[in-house]
């Protein structure tokens, strides 16, 4: 199965500063026949449901901030809030799609305000 | 507006059995894979089965294989998940979500644009 890895665990940023989420696979999620990469992230607001952010590690979900991006190749991909509202305290999660089943999920990272 | 709604969840006894149900509106529900998705309190997601548009595939996570079982009511627009000898470790919110369409292999890619608010099952004596 791939285990997906989260980092860190949990993150405090400022209101307005940049926030940064890892996330390694561990095999590669890029498959070259079609050049994309399996890989999705989620925002988990309390008491809620997820709400997927991006799809193909890069391509954003109708709806979702610009100031979210998504980026990264292969095992190493990275969410990243480019300046941080109060909004945006939530759990995140990466998901890989390639090698299935099982879908994997990464821990969750949780960003709260500092 | 696209929704999936579950129900059914509530508290049971160790070795009991208890069946979920989630409904579909908005979309056309018999053209979709769909899937049980659980998370325990304070844990994070963990997938747990798959359906076929038609009912003719099915894949379970390896810890429910055997006691739990996927079904589908394409009529009813339903997805169901009967669940049987639960142990306390079953125990989460269950959430009903649509992957995406179909790509040309039949299957989708596994990623999950609508989800339901959940359900939660506790196993405890």
């Known amino acids: 199965d791939i285990v997906m890895t989260q980092s860190p665990d949990s993150l405090a940023v400022s209101l307005g500063e940049r926030a940064t989420i890892n996330c390694r696979s561990s095999?590669?999620?890029?498959?070259?026949?079609?050049?994309?990469?399996?890989l999705a992230w989620y925002q988990q607001k309390p008491g809620q449901p997820p709400k997927m952010l991006f799809y193909?590690?890069?391509t954003r979900e109708s709806g979702v901030p610009d100031r979210f991006s998504g980026s990264g190749s292969g095992t190493d991909f990275t969410l990243t809030i480019s300046s941080l509202q109060a909004e945006d305290v939530a759990v995140y999660y990466c998901?890989?799609?390639?090698?299935?089943?099982?879908?994997?999920f990464g821990q969750g990272t949780r960003l709260e305000i500092k | 507006e696209e929704q999936l709604v579950e129900s059914g969840g509530g508290l049971v006894q160790p070795g009991g059995s208890l069946r979920l149900s989630c409904a579909a509106s908005g979309f056309t529900f018999s053209s979709y894979w769909m899937t049980w998705v659980r998370q325990a309190p304070g844990k994070g997601l963990e997938w747990v089965a798959n359906?076929?548009?038609?009912?003719?595939?099915?894949f379970y996570v390896d810890s429910v294989k055997g006691r739990f079982a996927i079904s589908r009511d394409n009529a009813k627009n339903s997805l169901y998940l009967q669940m049987n000898d639960l142990r306390a470790e079953d125990t989460a919110v269950y959430y009903c979500?649509?992957?995406?369409?179909?790509?040309?292999?039949?299957?989708?890619?596994?990623?999950?644009?609508?989800w339901g608010r959940g359900t939660l099952v506790t196993v405890s004596s």
């Open positions: 095999q590669s999620v890029f498959y070259s026949s079609n050049n994309k990469n399996y």
């Open positions: 193909w590690a890069s």
């Open positions: 359906m076929k548009q038609d009912g003719s595939e099915t």
């Open positions: 998901q890989q799609y390639y090698y299935t089943p099982p879908i994997t």
């Open positions: 979500a649509r992957p995406s369409g179909n790509t040309m292999t039949g299957y989708p890619y596994w990623y999950f644009d609508l």
